[in-house]
C-alpha cells in the first residue's frame, strides 16, 4: 500500500486500523519497544539486524515468546502452529536493507551517532520507493541536520517515544524544516494506532520535552552536590507534583544514555540548558560560554563523577544511588557534593518545600525556555510534560492559574538565591 505523502497521508491513514507496511532498523530497548508496538496495531513488520545469525536468533526468540503466551491463553499446540506459520508473513528479520522494498514506512532506532545515521538513511533511500516515510526515534540529533543527507527531505522527521513506553504513551512527532505537513497530519492517527499520543513539535535540536526534563534533572542534581540533601529526599519531594523522582529517572535511563544526550547539544542556545563538550573542564562540566551553556548551568560534576566511577546507572547496580537487594538507598553524603564549588557540606539541610520550589521552578523554566524558542505550542508542552510527569496540571496551565505576580515572585526570589539560571525568558507572554 505505497501512499504519496505529497497527495496526503492523511486520507490514506484516515482509519487508525490502516495497516502498514513498516521497517524497523535497530533492535536495541526502543527497537524492540517499537517492534511490538508496531506488532500490536497489526503493521507488518521488517526488522533489519545486523547479520543473518543476529536475524535467526531475534526470529526465533521472538516466535518463541509468542508460541508460549499463546499457550499459557490455553490455545492448542495445533492451533498455535497454524497461527506462528501465519505469523511469518507478516513479521520478519533480516540482515539485507533490501527487505525493506515496498515498506510503506521506515523507522529507525540505532545508537545516537549523526553520521552513522545519516549514512543509514542514504541507503535506505536506495532501497525504498519515493512515497516511503522515513522516521527517527532520535532523543537528541538534530532533524534537519539527518535530514540533509537525503534527497527526498520532505518525508522525513523524528517520531520519538518515550522509555518505559508501556507508562508513557508520548510520543512526538519532531519535525524539520522540509517536513511535509501532510506527512505530519498522516502520523497522527498512526500514532494513536500504536497506543500513543502524539503531540507536534519542531526540532529542538532534538527532542522538546526531553529538554524540559533536563532542567529538572539538573536542579536536582544541583541540590544534592551542593550538600544540601540526599537523592532520597530529593525523590521524595518531587512527589509532590511529579510521579516520578528526578534521581530514580537518571539511573534508570542510565548515566551514559543521559550525559549522550548533553554531548550532543548543539554549539547555540537550543531546548538543553547544558552542554558537555569535548573541552569542557572534566571536573566541573563547565562549557564554553560561546558553545551555548545558559547562563548559570553547568554539566553536574556529580554525573561525571559517577561516570567516572563506572556507576551507570540501576541496571549496572550502582548509579548516583546504591542497589542493595533491588532497592535504591544513598550512598555517604561526602560522596556527593562538589568540593570545587562546595568545600563542605551545608551545616543544615534545605527544608523539603525549598526542595519542591527548586524543582517545580526548574520545569516551569524549562516549558518558558521552549515557548521562548518557539519550538512547540503551550497546549504541546502541557500534554508531554503531564504525560512523561504525570502532573495533575501542566506548567503553562499552572502558570496562569498561579497569575504572573506571583510567579515572577518565586522566580526572582530564586535567582536571588541561586544564580541566573532562574531568569525566565518571556514570561509574561503566557499571560497576554
Known amino acids: 500500500m505505497p501512499v504519496d505523502f505529497m497527495g496526503g497521508f492523511g486520507e490514506a491513514l484516515q482509519g487508525e486500523e490502516t495497516s502498514m507496511r513498516v521497517g524497523l532498523i535497530g533492535y536495541g530497548k526502543m527497537g524492540k519497544a517499537l517492534f511490538h508496538l508496531l506488532v500490536q496495531g497489526g503493521h507488518e513488520v521488517t526488522v533489519v539486524c545486523r547479520t543473518e545469525e543476529s536475524a535467526k536468533e531475534h526470529e526465533a526468540q521472538f516466535l518463541k515468546k509468542t508460541a508460549n503466551a499463546w499457550k499459557r491463553a490455553g490455545n492448542p499446540p495445533d492451533r498455535i502452529a497454524e497461527k506462528l506459520e501465519a505469523m511469518k508473513t507478516s513479521i520478519r528479520f533480516s540482515a539485507s536493507l533490501n527487505a525493506l522494498e515496498g515498506a510503506d514506512a521506515v523507522m529507525e532506532s540505532m545508537t545516537e551517532d549523526l553520521e552513522l545515521k545519516r549514512r543509514m538513511f542514504q541507503e535506505i533511500e536506495k532501497v525504498v ?14 532533524i534537519d541536520a539527518m535530514a540533509d543527507a537525503l534527497r527526498c527531505k520532505e518525508r522525513f522527521c523524528g517520531f520519538h517515544l518515550f522509555h518505559p513506553t508501556a507508562l508513557i504513551p508520548l510520543v512526538e512527532i519532531v519535525t524539520g524544516q522540509s517536513t511535509s505537513p501532510s506527512l505530519v497530519e498522516a502520523l497522527f492517527p498512526f500514532a494513536r494506532g500504536l497506543g500513543r499520543t502524539p503531540i507536534r513539535v519542531a526540532d529542538g535540536p532534538g527532542s522538546v520535552i526531553n529538554g524540559i526534563l533536563v532542567h529538572y534533572y539538573a536542579e536536582a542534581v544541583y541540590l544534592i552536590e551542593e550538600g544540601l540533601a540526599l537523592p532520597s529526599e530529593v525523590d521524595h519531594a518531587a512527589k509532590r507534583y511529579f510521579y516520578v523522582g528526578p534521581i530514580e529517572s537518571i539511573d534508570t535511563i542510565g548515566i551514559e544514555l543521559f550525559l549522550t544526550g548533553v554531548k550532543s547539544a548543539p554549539d547555540v542556545y537550543s531546548v538543553c540548558p547544558i552542554r558537555l563538550h569535548a573541552d569542557a573542564d572534566e571536573r566541573t562540566g563547565m562549557a564554553r560560554p560561546e558553545a551555548g551553556a545558559r547562563p548559570g548551568y553547568h554539566c553536574p560534576a556529580l554525573l561525571l563523577k559517577v561516570l567516572r566511577d563506572e556507576r551507570m546507572g540501576r541496571a549496572s547496580g550502582k548509579g548516583i544511588y546504591l542497589y542493595q537487594g533491588g532497592k535504591a538507598v544513598d550512598d555517604d553524603p561526602m560522596y556527593y557534593l562538589d568540593t570545587l564549588r562546595f568545600p563542605k557540606r551545608a551545616d543544615r539541610p534545605i527544608e523539603e518545600e525549598a526542595i519542591v520550589r527548586r524543582l517545580l521552578y526548574a520545569v516551569l523554566n524549562g516549558a518558558l525556555w521552549i515557548l521562548h524558542l518557539g519550538v512547540a505550542t503551550p497546549e504541546a508542552v502541557d500534554i508531554g510534560v503531564q504525560e512523561v510527569l504525570q502532573m495533575k496540571e501542566g506548567p503553562v496551565a ?8 506571583t510567579v515572577r515572585e518565586q522566580f526572582d526570589a530564586l535567582a536571588a538565591e541561586c544564580g541566573p539560571r532562574f531568569h525566565p525568558p518571556n514570561l509574561a507572554s503566557i499571560f497576554q
Open 398 to 405: 499552572m502558570m496562569r492559574r498561579m497569575g504572573y505576580e
Open 129 to 142: 520507493s519515493s512515497s516511503a516515510w522515513i522516521l527517527t526515534n532520535t532523543s537528541s540529533l538534530s
